[in-house]
């Protein structure tokens, strides 16, 4: 019940700006109210663990970033639209992955990947120089 729709992905040049744009269905997340869920935007290569990227809290006034993303990348949530959102500007072509968004009930701000339970398909990111 309920899905983690992204958008946004794609191939693009170093330098580039990419907004990816993550949904939740409907106008409830698993029977619950999507402000309830803290949500976080994660990377994941081949043979490689998952890694925080940014995550976010429930009213969106407390954010946590990657160092490598501090200064680049920001994090937000719109309640009205169910959707939470990565602006990534600057792209390098370490910035090359598959990003998933993740959503979790919870109260508090948690940032590990193994804490979130609801995770989006994936998309992939490429970028060329």
């Known amino acids: 019940q309920g899905q983690l729709v992204e958008s946004g992905g794609g191939l693009v040049q170093a330098g580039d700006s990419l907004r990816l744009s993550c949904a939740a269905s409907?106008?409830?997340?698993?029977?619950?109210?999507?402000?309830?869920?803290?949500m976080g935007w994660f990377r994941q290569a081949p043979g490689k663990d998952r890694e925080t990227v940014a995550a976010?809290?429930?009213?969106?006034?407390?954010?946590y970033y990657a160092d490598y993303v501090k200064g680049r990348f920001t994090i937000s949530r719109d309640k009205d639209k169910d959707t939470v959102y990565l602006q990534m500007n600057s792209l390098n072509s370490e910035d090359t992955d598959v990003y998933f968004c993740?959503?979790?009930?919870?109260?508090?701000?948690?940032?590990?990947?193994?804490?979130?339970?609801?995770w989006s398909k994936g998309t992939q990111i490429t970028v060329s120089s």
């Open positions: 993740a959503a979790r009930a919870a109260v508090n701000l948690i940032t590990a990947p193994s804490a979130y339970n609801h």
């Open positions: 409907g106008h409830t997340f698993n029977g619950r109210a999507f402000s309830t869920y803290i």
């Open positions: 976010i809290n429930l009213t969106g006034d407390s954010t």
